[in-house]
């Protein structure tokens, strides 16, 4: 196939590509912003290679003209959590979503594969508006952890290196890693509660302190700079203070100061 026919195939993976991407972040951004925790840490994607498409199908035996059928992850989305429970909570929210359907789920978190790897597949349908109209096509999104995360990346470089050639002492190493990684995802899982409650004071205290500062910089407009400097100090001290509800009960004072100047302005 011609590498201009190539490009016209992968560019609306492309487009699939970037717009998953952004839909996942925008969703943890959505939790931040709503002061909840994210089930979602990080999300990256990428388009397969025109290689490695090819190295699949002569692997799998599949013709040219199935190559958008049978090779599921042209597009490939991988979603890392912090926490095994999140993977779940993710799997859920993809399912309910009206934009994406499910073809098909892979659990190698149940069924761990023989090399040690761990990761919760699925394969949708996504629709894309290409400039030929809507093309409906597959993506894979690997949801997994940090730390099974960490582990797959290095598996994979070593995979790469020995080209299925792998030394028995390494893939021995690598089994006891991926052993480690469960004992680490479960540690972390016995901890999950503190983390997230301590993670969620942290992104309140963060939203809390924006809205602040964009409610002093206003102020600037309609009252004197003595009245805003000394709303700025107190700020401070109770910012320093390092007490949530402190901050948020001088959050809403500053919110009925900012609306009875709101009030003389328009009179
Ligand atoms: P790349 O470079 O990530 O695109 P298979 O027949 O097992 O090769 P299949 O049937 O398409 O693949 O599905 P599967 O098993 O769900 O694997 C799809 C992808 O999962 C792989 O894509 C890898 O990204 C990842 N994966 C699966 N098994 C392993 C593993 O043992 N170690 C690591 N590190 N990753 C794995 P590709 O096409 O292999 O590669």
Not at 169 to 188: G, K, P, Q, Y
Not at 238 to 257: A, P, Y
Request: proline share 2%; net charge negative; hydrophobic share 40%.
């Amino acid at each position: 196939m011609e590498i201009k026919l190539w490009r016209s195939i992968l560019c609306p993976y492309e487009l699939a590509v970037q717009e998953l991407i952004l839909k996942f972040t925008h969703m943890a951004e959505e939790y931040r912003a709503n002061d909840q925790y994210s089930p979602i840490e990080s999300v990256s994607g990428r388009v397969k290679s025109i290689t490695s498409i090819l190295e699949k199908m002569q692997r799998k035996d599949i013709p040219m003209e199935k190559m958008e059928e049978d090779v599921e992850d042209i597009a490939g989305v991988r979603i890392i959590c912090q926490f095994e429970e999140d993977i779940e909570a993710v799997a859920q929210i993809i399912k309910r979503r009206s934009d994406m359907s499910i073809k098909s789920e892979k659990d190698y978190l149940k069924h761990i594969k023989e090399s040690g790897y761990r990761s919760y597949h699925l394969i949708i349908y996504y629709t894309v508006e290409t400039i030929f109209g809507p093309k409906k096509l597959q993506a894979e999104i690997q949801i997994r952890t940090m730390a099974m995360n960490f582990w797959a990346t290095i598996e994979h470089s070593l995979q790469y290196k020995y080209k299925g050639d792998m030394p028995p002492h390494v893939t021995d190493r690598l089994i006891n890693a991926a052993d480690a990684i469960i004992s680490l995802d479960r540690e972390m899982s016995l901890v999950r509660s503190e983390i997230i409650d301590a993670q969620n004071s942290s992104q309140m205290q963060s939203n809390i302190v924006q809205d602040i500062l964009l409610c002093i910089e206003n102020l600037y407009k309609v009252a004197t700079q003595r009245e805003v400097m000394k709303i700025q100090d107190e700020f401070l001290r109770v910012f320093n203070t390092k007490d949530l509800m402190q901050l948020e009960r001088f959050h809403r004072q500053l919110d009925i100061i900012a609306e009875g100047y709101h009030a003389q302005a328009v009179r």
